[in-house]
């Protein structure tokens, strides 16, 4: 069994794909590799043996595609922190946010609960118990907020592309999101 989990390093501009072997039930580092773009990519993976199980990867639409061509069966899960740094950059918004609703008590009862404030959608998806819980969540939330602002419209427009990707979060082994997303 193989898991990768992508990282991208922007000072230098190349993702680091880090290839995981399960081996006596405990994920061992492999290999680790460069690509610089796409096509990096997929020459990379034209020469590859390993099926991959797993991939954890960022928000990258080619990446995405190029991972689901060599492996159609993948369950690929987006990083949660890739989804909040999207958050982050879109409303300007420092990433101790999430950590400063998480110690909010009674958040819910906060009058922007219901006015689209993104940052209790947020914590609530990630803190949902399932992936059933974690849609109506995402449901419940699009009928609070403003659909003609044009930041939340475009994190909106994310989830939708990536909903699967995103949502595969909650069906992953518990072992592996401790491991390689709930890291942080």
């Known amino acids: 069994m193989y898991l990768l989990k992508q990282s991208y390093n922007k000072r230098v501009q190349k993702d ?26 997929f020459k990379l993976l034209q020469d590859q ?16 595609n190029i991972l689901y061509h060599f492996y159609p069966h993948i369950k690929m899960v987006i990083d949660k922190y890739e989804v909040i740094a999207l958050f982050s950059t879109l409303f300007n918004q420092i990433s101790e946010v999430y950590e400063e609703v998480a110690v909010s008590i009674e958040y819910k009862d906060h009058p ?7 940052r209790y959608f947020i914590y609530d998806f990630y803190h949902a ?14 009928n609070y907020i403003p659909l003609n602002d044009k930041k939340i419209g475009r994190f909106v427009r994310v989830m939708e592309f990536y909903a699967d990707e995103i949502l595969n979060y909650f069906e992953i082994d518990k072992e592996i999101a401790d491991a390689f997303i709930n890291v942080f």
Do not use: C, H
């Open 16 to 41: 680091y794909l880090y290839l995981y072997a399960l081996i006596n039930n405990k994920w061992q580092l492999n290999k680790t590799m460069e690509v610089k773009n796409a096509d990096s990519l």
């Open 49 to 64: 043996t390993f099926k991959l199980d797993y991939a954890i990867i960022t928000l990258s639409q080619p990446y995405r």
């Open 112 to 118: 922007d609960y219901f006015n689209g404030d993104i």
């Open 129 to 142: 118990k399932s992936k059933a819980e974690a849609i109506e969540l995402y449901e419940f939330w699009q």
